[in-house]
Structures are given as structure tokens and as C-alpha cells.
């Protein structure tokens, strides 16, 4: 057996405990891509596989993380979903939905598509760019290579290895890390500049509708400099077949000023991008109770697993070590398995009771007028009584057992808005709960102590 098979082998025997892996259906310079369904409900995922040391080694870590964090943010239709991160000593798991229609690139490649088809896949991909641009996130490499098709022909973005957040920007609010695909890059990102990330991404989906419409690339030239003189100029020409109005559009895309580009809002408006348009209900992917025992069998440790209640009559049990690397900052070992961005201000400890706890925020719920509805003794549902930018905010909070005399209750978001979800942890949350809090998760100074208490509470616990 070679060292390839061999690695195949052990990577099976890792995993086979929850998924029943298949066929590999990729394989890049840092990862392998493998079929899967899950065990217990048949589902067909795709299994990302990367090497822990190779990514560590090549200098990949920050960009894992930050693929993980920008796949939380941006769940939508038209995007495909991670459903899952799963780590052991020596490999990264992705699992994502699996979508089996192929790239959009592999239709491109046989000729130009019919404008009717064109457009739906036009109308899904600004969807979606539109979806990730207002969680802040900028994807700068969008093509036809990273755009999938599902089983109804419906487009979803993939690949967001690329992608930047908020926290790349630099003090002139603007993103300098040249990168992409050189014919569909922006001409701003080509100066060195500095550049607007939602902008360059819209030069890339004015590129990606010229394809489509046309069946070759705007600007191509056997030199790369020459390349990129027209891109600098954007100098193209639409041929005949393409539609007046599609090619308005691609004109007002493929501005080579990025202050006079199009924008997204203005694209919703144009009559030919409005025909047969539906805005896709964006829904928000729930929580999957764990199967009993899944959490870290075969080594496995699991990002979104979460310990099963023992007694209904009591919260759960929060277990120390993620307590402790939630909490402080000097022992978040989890990050790599987070988004760090929503975790902050959505999660507190305090020394009441779970009773207390629950009652108090159910006061808290209704004095903000959001309905309140019980999930489990120790898990409840608030609802926005207003519809919001993404729908009506739905945020789940929840109670668990720390030590004897600490709680910890941690909110998620189970649908809404995001930028809504972390005004209500930062403005409606913190001043109103301050009486029933010991520290919020992440503000310096208090960690350190309350991580203290706990160890100590834990150590006696389990010395009794």
C-alpha cells in the first residue's frame, strides 16, 4: 500500500464513525475533497480534508480561520453551506453541503448560454454577493470555477478561502492584499492601491455576466501585461448577439473607476435584471442536536457539539475546558473552530441560580417586546416582535451549569439579521441584564479572576 492510500485509509477510519466517506471528488494543493453521508440520516455532504501540519507549515492557519468564520456569516441560498468544522490531532474537517450539479465554468467552457439562463444565474450570484457584502465580507475571487450548481440548477458561491473581513482593513479603511484570478480581478486591485472589497467583487460578477452572455473572457491576451493595459482601461467589446440591455449592464459593471461602478442596489433596479427576479427567502440553518456520543468520538473534537443534559430538572453542564477557552483570551484554544466575531458579547457568567436566570431574562425578553417561548426548561426562544432586514431577529438563549454556584447563559442567533442579532447582545442584553451578571465574555481584567473561581470550584468538585 503507497503512503497516499495508506493516508486514505486512516483518514476513513478517522471519520467512519459518523459519516460513511466515498469517493473523492477533488483534491487541491492543501486539501482533499471526499463524498460522505452521514450515518444516521443518510445525508450527502462533501468532506473537506486538510493536513493540520501542512497548513501550520505553508502559513495557512489565519486563512482556515478566517474561511471558518466568513462560512458562519454568510448562510444563504445561494451559498454553499458548511455545516460543520471537525478537527483531530493531525487533520482540519470541513464538511459542506454537498452540491453535485458541478462549476458553472464546466457549462462556460462548451459555449455561451442562452440570456434567459444567463440572467437567473446572475440574478442568484448578486443574491448572494449582496447577502455577503452586508456582513461585511468581500469573497475577491469570484469565477465561474468557484460557482456551483445544485440538483434544481440553482448557482451557489463557493470557495471563500479569499475572502476578507472587516478586520483586514487597514486605517484608510481599504484592503491592500493583491489576490484573485488575474481576468477577473478589478484594475484597483491590480495598482497596489488600496481597494473596496464589495467594489472589486462587483468588476468580478461584471466579468462573470460577460462570460456567460458571450462565451470568452473581456480582456485576454497571450502577455499578462498586455492583460492587464486592458483591464487598466477597461477596454472590452460586447458581441452582437448580447442583448442592448445586458450589455448596458456589463458597461456600468466594467468601470474601470471603482467610485463610479454600479452598485448593487442600482443593479436590483435595471429592468432587465428585474425580469422573473425573486428575492430568495434567506433562511437560517438551525443547530443540529448531536447525536449521543458524536462529540469527539475517534478523537474527533467537534466545533458545534454540545454536552447532552443529563437530567431535564437541571441546566446542563458546560464543560470546563470550554468554559475556560470561551472565556478568556489567554486560553482560547477554540478559535480556530469559531467565528470569534459573533462569540464576543454573546455570552456571560453569573452566580445566580438557572431559575433566577430564566426568569430574569424573560422579563428582560418582554420589556423589549420580543415573545418568549420555552424551548427546554433551561432554553428559550425570543422573537423580535418587528421584522428586521433578513425578517423577524429569533435569538436562542440558553442556561448551563458551570461549578456549584456559577452559570453561564450563552444567546445564538437562529435567524434575522446578524448585525441586528449583535446590537441586541451589546445594547438591549448588557445594560439590561447587568444585575444578574458577573462578567461578559472576553472583557479584560475580569476573565482571568473568574477563571480562577471556576478551576478551583472544579477541582474540588472533582476531588469529592
Same mark, same amino acid.
Given at each position: ?15 467512519l464513525?459518523?459519516y ?34 501542512? *497548513? ?24 454553499? !453551506? ?29 459555449g455561451?448560454?442562452?440570456e ?34 445544485d ?24 484592503l ?13 486591485v ?16 461584471g *466579468? ?13 491576451h ?27 449592464l ?11 461602478r ?7 433596479r435595471?429592468?432587465w ?14 443547530k443540529?442536536?448531536?447525536? !449521543? ?6 478523537g ?6 454540545i454536552?447532552?443534559?443529563t ?6 453542564f458546560?464543560?470546563?475546558?470550554q468554559?475556560?477557552?470561551?472565556m ?30 430564566m ?41 448551563? !451549569? ?5 452559570a ?20 438591549d ?7 444578574i ?5 472576553? !472583557? ?21
Open positions: 500500500m503507497d503512503a497516499a492510500a495508506a493516508d486514505d485509509d486512516s483518514m476513513r477510519q478517522v471519520v464513525g459518523k460513511e466517506m466515498g469517493r473523492m471528488l477533488g483534491k487541491g494543493t492543501f486539501a482533499k475533497v471526499y463524498y460522505a453521508k452521514h450515518k444516521s440520516t443518510g445525508e450527502s455532504v462533501a468532506i473537506k480534508v486538510m493536513n493540520k501540519e501542512q *497548513v501550520k507549515k505553508e502559513g495557512m492557519m489565519e486563512q482556515i480561520q478566517r474561511e471558518i468564520s466568513v462560512m458562519h456569516l454568510v448562510r444563504h441560498p445561494n451559498v454553499v !453551506e458548511l455545516k460543520e468544522v471537525m478537527a483531530t490531532r493531525s487533520r482540519i474537517f470541513f464538511v459542506m453541503e454537498y452540491v453535485k450539479g458541478g462549476e458553472l465554468f464546466a457549462k462556460v467552457a462548451k455561451k448560454l442562452k434567459e439562463t444567463a440572467r437567473k444565474y446572475f440574478q442568484q450570484l448578486i443574491s448572494a454577493v449582496d447577502f455577503c457584502h452586508s456582513r461585511g465580507v468581500s469573497h475577491r475571487d469570484l469565477k465561474p470555477e468557484n460557482l456551483l450548481l440538483d434544481n440548477e440553482d448557482l451557489k458561491v463557493s470557495d471563500f478561502g479569499l475572502s476578507a473581513l472587516p478586520e483586514q482593513l487597514r486605517n484608510d479603511g481599504l491592500h492584499t493583491q489576490c484573485g484570478t488575474p481576468a477577473y480581478v478589478a484594475p484597483e491590480l495598482r497596489r492601491k488600496g481597494y473596496d472589497g464589495a467594489a472589486a467583487d462587483l468588476w468580478s460578477c *466579468v462573470i455576466l460577460f462570460v456567460l452572455v458571450s462565451g470568452f473572457l473581456p480582456f485576454q497571450q502577455n499578462l501585461m498586455r492583460m492587464y493595459s486592458k483591464v487598466f482601461k477597461a477596454e472590452f467589446e460586447c458581441p452582437p448577439w448580447v442583448s442592448v440591455e445586458a450589455r448596458r456589463i458597461s456600468k459593471l466594467l468601470v474601470a473607476d471603482p467610485s463610479r454600479i452598485t448593487i442596489p442600482a443593479i436590483m435595471v429592468p435584471f428585474r425580469k422573473g427576479f425573486s428575492v430568495p427567502l434567506v433562511f437560517s440553518i438551525p443540529k442536536e448531536e447525536d !449521543e456520543g458524536e462529540g469527539e468520538e475517534d474527533i473534537v467537534n466545533s458545534s457539539s454536552p447532552s443534559a437530567k431535564i430538572s437541571s441546566p446542563k458546560f464543560n470546563a475546558f468554559f475556560i477557552s470561551s478568556s483570551s489567554g486560553f482560547d484554544l477554540s478559535s480556530l473552530f469559531e467565528n470569534t466575531r459573533r462569540r464576543r458579547g454573546s455570552m456571560f457568567t453569573s452566580r445566580c441560580s438557572a431559575a433566577a436566570i426568569e430574569r431574562m424573560e422579563g428582560f425578553a418582554k420589556g423589549i417586546n420580543f415573545r418568549v417561548g420555552r424551548v427546554k426548561d433551561f432554553k428559550m426562544s425570543l422573537t423580535g416582535g418587528t421584522e428586521g432586514r433578513k425578517g423577524r431577529l429569533t435569538v436562542t438563549a440558553e442556561v448551563f !451549569e458551570v461549578a456549584p454556584e456559577v453561564i447563559v450563552q444567546f445564538s442567533k437562529s435567524a434575522g439579521d446578524t448585525l441586528e442579532y449583535v446590537k441586541f447582545c451589546e445594547e442584553a448588557r445594560p439590561a441584564l447587568k444585575d451578571v458577573w462578567t461578559w465574555q472576553g !472583557e479584560n481584567g475580569d476573565d482571568s479572576v473568574c477563571n480562577g473561581y471556576v478551576e478551583d470550584r472544579l477541582k474540588a468538585t472533582i476531588s469529592m
